[in-house]
Each structure stands twice: as structure tokens, then as C-alpha cells.
């Protein structure tokens, strides 16, 4: 079974407002990650949080990481309208080996 | 020019014929990925590679057989597609650090008749 859920599955907001989305998992993690897709094209990384980290910034987003609930939530500030587009969280699990898990995603439209 | 090419991007073929997707990267990662994206089911491990010697099987496996011909080169091909593994896949790779980034190719879509 998938380890992370995103929810909510879909989100649609009017350009300049927030959008948060949250990842949910099941097992100990080595770190986080969130990722965007256009559509028709590849994942591409945006951020990273450890987790023995709690929060982290990088430019409009801001990731936090609550281990003991196993969740994290992705805040988008002021969106744009070419923030549309699904956000996936990935786990790196802990394990003997490497293991990305990745979530099923949120799809985000942001109306101009 | 793509840190991350997959060929061919789009491909239509019939039950029972055998397809090799290609994955090349000019990142220099040891690691590459193959995943399958499936609508509400997110993306699915199908093999990785750490090294050019070491293949392992993911989470989907069934089905696929992998080639790692180079550090920079790493194939998936169906034996003989069934129109179950319609999908769009994906290559991927990252450095050699546990948890690190990966980055990915812009996928092929492959549809089984």
C-alpha cells in the first residue's frame, strides 16, 4: 500500500491566495520530499525536510514535519497562476536499502 | 539539453509485443530509477539500480526486466506488454546519499491495445 496520502486530492484557489496541502505517512522516515509535476512532464524536486527537522523555507514554500503524527503539510504562499499543477510527498524510509515512497498526490489549480 | 532523456515518449503497440523504454542521464548519478504512474495510484517503484552491478527489484516487478548497460544508461522492457501496464512511466536518478533528491526524465506514455 502507498506510505504517503496527500490530501486533499484536489484544491482550486484564486491567484495570490495560500494553498496547503498535507501528506500523511506510516513508517519511520529518513527524510521528506515534495515534488511538482506539470502536466506531461517529470517530477521535479522542491524541497526537503530531515526528519529531525521541524519546518523549513525555501522561497513561497514552507514544509513542515510533524513525526509523531507521521504528517507534513506544504504551504504555497501567495500562488500564482503557474503554481497549477499536482505536488506529490515522498518518504525516504529507513530501511537496510534505499526506499522512496511516494504519495498519490494533490492537484492544484490556481485561477487568474 | 535534459539531464534526464527517455526515449521515446509516447508509444502504441499491441498485446503480447516486447518494448524497451530507454532512460540516459548526464547527471554522473550511480542510482536510477524506474517508476509507473498510475491516475490516483501516484508513482509505483518498478527496479533501481545503485551501481551498474546492482539491480534490485521494486515494489511492481512483475511483468518488467531491467538493463543496466552504463552508469548513464538504464532500460526497462516488457517481455510481452498486456494492456494492464498502459501507463506513463519514469526514469529517475539521484546522487548516492541515502535520501537525496531524485530527478526525473519527462516520462514515456505507453498504451497496450
Known amino acids: 500500500s502507498q506510505q504517503g496520502e496527500e490530501d486533499p486530492q484536489a484544491l482550486s484557489i484564486q491567484e495570490g491566495e495560500n494553498a496547503t496541502m498535507n501528506c500523511s505517512y506510516k513508517t519511520s522516515i529518513n527524510n521528506l520530499q515534495w515534488y511538482r509535476q506539470n502536466s506531461g512532464r517529470g517530477l521535479v524536486h522542491l524541497i526537503l525536510i530531515r526528519s529531525n527537522e521541524r519546518e523549513k523555507h525555501s522561497g513561497r514554500l514552507r514544509v513542515t514535519l510533524d513525526t509523531s503524527k507521521k504528517s507534513s503539510s506544504l504551504l504555497i504562499t501567495a500562488s500564482r497562476a503557474a503554481d497549477t499543477a499536482s505536488y506529490f510527498c515522498a518518504t525516504a524510509v529507513i530501511s537496510g536499502t534505499y526506499k522512496y515512497i511516494f504519495g498519490t498526490g494533490t492537484r492544484l489549480k490556481v485561477l487568474a | ?113
Open chain 2, 1 to 113: 539539453d535534459a539531464d534526464v532523456t527517455q526515449t521515446p515518449r509516447n508509444r502504441i503497440t499491441k498485446t503480447g509485443k516486447r518494448i524497451m523504454l530507454e532512460c540516459s542521464q548526464t547527471k554522473g548519478h550511480d542510482r536510477m530509477y524506474w517508476y509507473r504512474q498510475d491516475p490516483g495510484l501516484g508513482l509505483r517503484l518498478i527496479y533501481y539500480s545503485f551501481d551498474v552491478k546492482d539491480i534490485n527489484k521494486g515494489e511492481i516487478s512483475d511483468g518488467y526486466s531491467v538493463s543496466r548497460q552504463a552508469q548513464a544508461k538504464f532500460s526497462l522492457s516488457l517481455e510481452s506488454a498486456i494492456p494492464n501496464q498502459t501507463a506513463l512511466y519514469f526514469c529517475a536518478t539521484s546522487g548516492t546519499t541515502t535520501g537525496q533528491p531524485q530527478h526525473f526524465g519527462d516520462g514515456t506514455r505507453l498504451s497496450i491495445l
